[in-house]
């Protein structure tokens, strides 16, 4: 699952438009809001990076191979208290509704404990669904590149060269 920065403002409008219809807020300004919310996805995209590129710096340091990226990854996330993955969905959904509740562009968040909850599962389900692109492309690239052997460096530089294309193909820019 990944977070394109391309689609954040196609995401925050249907976070804002989605919520408006069906009355668990009330906005003041749809757009300023949904820059509200494209704010939190845009750190969640950069604190993802800051992850990506320390797990890089530091495979190249010690002179580690690819499939160690994972791990190193992970690591440094839970080291620096950033959440990924179905976790860090829930952490986007978490800070949307907290900008809500801070937000002079949001005029009212409707519903008690219960209701917040179904709001939040509203929000995890629209990110979820943006995101769950990554894994379709994933396979379309593994498909493509199926007569290479994974993990060698024939595979890792024709993956990355296929994943342009399909992108590219897909009109998804990083």
Not at 54 to 75: N, P
Not at 108 to 122: H, I, M, N, P, S
Not at 127 to 144: A, C, K, S, T, Y
Request: charged content about 35%; cysteine-free.
């Amino acid at each position: 699952m990944r977070l394109y920065p391309t689609k954040i403002p196609s995401i925050a409008d249907e976070v804002i438009d989605s919520l408006v219809k069906t009355n668990d807020i009330a906005v003041h300004d749809a757009k300023e809001a949904s820059l509200d919310v494209e704010a939190v996805l845009k750190e969640y995209v950069r604190l993802d990076r800051e992850v990506t590129d320390k797990a890089k710096d530091i495979l190249e340091e010690r002179k580690l191979s690819y499939g160690q990226f994972g791990k190193i990854k992970r690591a440094i996330a839970d080291e620096r208290g950033f959440v990924m993955g179905e976790e860090g969905v829930n952490w986007m959904a978490n800070q949307i509704l907290e900008a809500f509740m801070q937000s002079q562009h949001i005029d009212e968040v409707f519903g008690d404990d219960d209701q917040l909850a179904l709001t939040r599962k509203k929000i995890k389900d629209i990110l979820l669904r943006n995101m769950q692109v990554d894994e379709e492309l994933d396979e379309e690239v593994r498909n493509r590149i199926k007569n290479l052997q994974e993990g060698t460096a024939a595979w890792e530089v024709e993956y990355a060269k296929a994943m342009e294309q399909i992108k590219r193909k897909h009109g998804i820019n990083e």
